[in-house]
């Protein structure tokens, strides 16, 4: 009997150690994408990284992918390496490889439909056009999973949207997107942490009703 308890008691201890989430940005690889709207996703990644202590240098599942423990949740963060529209299968080999559920995934990606600075967190739904999210929803077969959407704007006059996102950020964008990237990841590090729903109370409001 005592032999069971304390079995018991080791399992508790260990038991979040077997929690894994799975933290990915979205953009575009390469270079000349770096700092273009539609990469805020893989921008927010690397912030968390660097918040983790972790750096990107392995390729899994057609991802950049890094390792990180936070309160003993284990953290894969990933950046698919397939080009924005093919973000699912990335994504859905590396849900399956790790066997996430999709409560535990957190998807970042950039929404024109948003004010530039504005994050917004849910934890279900369609992809609102964003044609990584429509790929990721293909793949997953669900929309059941969380997803973090980090407002870049609309393009202004006649602008298309797809060369609006393909434009890097401009200078006097700076500042507030350095607090928008801080933002997300105290978004996503409160959703580890706590759960969507305590994310979404704090961040799903204006940036400067502060947080």
């Known amino acids: 009997m005592k032999h069971m308890q304390q079995l018991f008691q080791r399992l508790r201890q260990t038991a979040p150690n077997d929690i894994t989430y799975l933290i990915a940005g979205l953009g575009n690889p390469g270079r000349k994408y770096r700092n273009n709207r539609h990469n805020i996703g893989f ?47 990335a994504i859905g080999a590396l849900v399956r490889f790790y066997k996430i559920p999709l409560e535990n995934l957190l998807v970042i990606y950039d ?40 407002g870049i704007g609309r393009p202004p006059g006649r602008m298309q949207t797809a060369d609006y996102v393909l434009q890097d950020f401009p200078q006097s964008q700076a500042e507030e997107l350095e607090i928008m990237l801080e933002r997300a990841a105290d978004a996503a590090l409160l959703f580890i942490e706590q759960g969507i729903e305590a994310a979404m109370t704090r961040y799903n409001r204006s940036p400067h009703d502060g947080s």
């Open 111 to 150: 929404d024109v439909d948003l004010p530039f600075g504005t994050l917004r967190l849910r934890p279900a739904g369609g992809s609102g056009g964003q044609k990584g999210m429509q790929s990721i929803i293909q793949h997953l077969h669900s929309e059941q999973f969380p997803r973090l959407r980090l």
């Open 43 to 89: 921008m927010a990644a690397d912030r968390l990284a660097s918040r983790l202590g972790c750096e990107f240098t392995r390729l899994q599942q057609k991802a950049l992918v890094c390792d990180a423990r936070l309160d003993g949740r284990k953290i894969i963060l990933a950046k698919p390496q397939t080009y924005m529209n093919n973000s699912g299968q």
